[in-house]
T-cell receptor, first 114, second 115 residues
Framework: SAVISQKPSRDICQRGTSLTIQCQVDSQVTMMFWYRQQPGQSLTLIATANQGSEATYESGFVIDKFPISRPNLTFSTLTVSNMSPEDSSIYLC???????????FGQGTRLTVV | KQEVTQIPAALSVPEGENLVLNCSFTDSAIYNLQWFRQDPGKGLTSLLLIQSSQREQTSGRLNASLDKSSGRSTLYIAASQPGDSATYLCAVRLNGRTGANNLFFGTGTRLTVIP
């Protein structure tokens, strides 16, 4: 299994500001993913964080709004930029030790934008 | 597009009862199916992973079954406890979508076990 540490666990932010969320894994992984879970909804994939190349974004998500870094095989960050109340969600980091195997998740970051 | 449905959306049971949570999916060409637990405002904890070639998996009081042909999976919880109260999510992984998003989540069943 994989142990994922995600920080911060929660934050309340002013609109127009940015928040960077960190995800640290206890082993080297090729695949790291960032999800969003809006209130009362299921999970939506934002992007796949690739080590050594740019992240791959899903439809409806853009790099300017959600820049991602992946400096090595154990760490990634997601920034939520120029926040609005609609960005209030739980943001989750996920990894797979091998592609298409069991998915592991961090404890999530609960973001509230006021 | 794969659609994953979980019914019921919410369930309340008295402590000690056995219960079944349901997950259905529209595309039977799946690679595996995973059940998760999510506590309020928190991340997901993996409970069970069933490969497409398997019929069931067991872990402690939990048993998950898979019927690919009918597009259904169930999560059976025996002798429920108040600590089992959480939202349970199923996620289906499709075959043959290398490099693309191939994990589809249901909206979950919120379980409350009443002491």
């Amino acid at each position: 299994s994989a142990v994922i540490s995600q920080k911060p666990s929660r934050d309340i932010c002013q609109r127009g500001t940015s928040l960077t969320i960190q995800c640290q894994v206890d082993s080297q992984v090729t695949m790291m993913f960032w999800y969003r879970q809006q209130p009362g909804q299921s999970l939506t994939l934002i992007a796949t964080a690739n080590q050594g190349s740019e992240a791959t974004y899903e439809s409806g998500f853009v790099i300017d709004k959600f820049p991602i870094s992946r400096p090595n095989l154990t760490f990634s960050t997601l920034t939520v930029s120029n926040m609005s109340p609609e960005d209030s969600s739980i943001y989750l980091c996920s990894v797979e030790l091998q592609r298409d195997t069991e998915a592991f998740f961090g404890q999530g970051t609960r973001l509230t934008v006021v | 597009k794969q659609e994953v449905t979980q019914i019921p959306a919410a369930l309340s049971v008295p402590e000690g009862e056995n219960l079944v949570l349901n997950c259905s999916f529209t595309d039977s060409a799946i690679y595996n199916l995973q059940w998760f637990r999510q506590d309020p405002g928190k991340g997901l904890t993996s409970l069970l992973l069933i490969q497409s070639s398997q019929r069931e998996q067991t872990s402690g009081r939990l048993n998950a079954s898979l019927d690919k042909s009918s597009g259904r999976s169930t999560l059976y919880i025996a002798a429920s406890q108040p600590g089992d109260s959480a939202t349970y999510l199923c996620a289906v992984r499709l075959n043959g979508r290398t490099g693309a998003n191939n994990l589809f989540f249901g909206t979950g069943t919120r379980l409350t076990v009443i002491p």
